[in-house]
């Protein structure tokens, strides 16, 4: 199978990492200190918080956009399209990169609460 070097990078994990440099069918492969893979933000320093970050500022994005479009603001439809629309958002692939950090689950924690029932 042939890889395109093109696509291939190098992420240096750990604190005692010499960094080197590698080929790959001649070719330099690039540095990077954060990649997303199947949708996970995976940094050089293993830490969740970009990957929190990143699921609370999409949720909120269309917990906003749900509070701006409907006008009909029932408890029962509003607790369907939290469940439907923002909480996959704050859920997926939860078990991968698991917020551990008492200011990650704040910060996921602030869009259950910004939900006005």
């Known amino acids: 199978m042939q890889f395109n070097t093109a696509k291939c990078k190098v992420m240096h994990v750990g604190h005692n990492n010499n960094k080197y440099s590698y080929l790959m069918n001649g070719h330099m ?54 469940k439907s629309l923002v909480r996959p958002h704050l859920e997926y692939s939860v078990s991968a990169w698991s917020p551990h950090y008492l200011k990650d689950k704040h910060l996921l924690e602030k869009i259950q609460h910004r939900l006005h029932v």
């Open 29 to 82: 492969l690039g540095s990077v200190l954060e990649e997303r893979d199947l949708g996970i933000l995976i940094t050089a320093d293993l830490k969740p918080s970009t990957q929190c970050q990143a699921a609370y500022s999409t949720a909120n994005k269309v917990l906003g956009m749900i509070s701006r479009t409907v006008t009909y603001k029932d408890r029962y439809v509003l607790l369907q399209l939290y």
